[in-house]
């Protein structure tokens, strides 16, 4: 996977550390939200990733949603559609009956419209008209969204959010990366002719793998207790999950995975803790979920090592 990670690179450039987070959940099979604001290069990373993925003998398909207000829920999955001369409906496929789903700026749809993504993303399957269509075993949905702040935003409910595995951030470019950036236009000059590194076949080999990759129990202890602690938090409305504690397990063994090991150490667990787990919870007004469950990891780092002791 240091391959993909490459590769990536040279489009995404000096974001390493996100780009191995978004590899490893892609191997855990994970749903994963980027949250910036806009000409950050969220779009192109899930363009590169599509492309790294693709090679011209296992293609994937990529399709695009670019989230509105006047979206409708038949927009993204489907729609049963009258045939006048055979005198019967038929299902006319949405586009989310893809390999590679790029849910554009996601919270600029309605509620009613994002929730057209729960049953999909939750289970692989659509729901019309009381027929159930499965996805194919390799779908992915890159999600992209706005600050809360902005304006036309509306802010995803915490059934949506739980569906995915993580959220990243891309950020600011430091200031040799900017400049590396304007010196080679990488979206227009590489991207373009980006070469798969790896496919689908390859990936779902892997994820077959993860179960295989040892974690201690020590270390599950620790991911109980932390989401435990989120719960208990004086500054959270809403802990996280067991669906949150079930994904920071499988992503970290993802991780390990991705770095070449066949166990987890807890500093997997510590460097995904924050996209895992921060966008499961619900805080009160004024602190933050990712303080929150980083401070809540680092207690119980603590408290790991003083039992180790």
Known sequence: ???????LNTVIIGKRDVLIHLVAAVVAGGH????????LGKTTLAKALCAALSPPEEPLSFHRIQFTPDLLPYDVTGVDV??????RFFFHPGPVFTHFLLADEINRATPKVQSALLEVMAEGQVTVGGTRYPMNPFFQVIATENPV??????????????RFAVRLSLGYPDRSSELAILDTRPAETRLPALAAVSSRSEILELRKT???IHVSRELMEFVVD????????????????????????????????????DYVVESDLMEIAVPVLAHRMQTRD????????????????ERLYRGAS
Do not use: W
């Open 210 to 212: 993860l179960p295989d």
């Open 149 to 162: 702040e902005m304006e036309g935003t509306y802010p995803l409910p915490l059934a949506q959010l739980d």
């Open 226 to 261: 932390l989401v435990r602690r989120t719960r208990d938090d004086d500054r959270v409305r809403h802990g996280v999950s067991p669906r949150g504690a079930l994904a920071l397990v499988q992503v970290g063994r993802a991780l390990a995975c991705v770095r070449g090991r």
């Open 32 to 39: 994963v939200l980027i949250e910036d604001i806009p000409g």
């Open 1 to 7: 996977m240091n391959a993909l990670v490459d590769q």
């Open 286 to 301: 004024g602190f933050a979920p990712d303080s929150v469950v980083r401070e809540a990891a680092e207690a119980e780092l």
């Open 82 to 87: 009258f045939d006048p001369g055979r005198k």
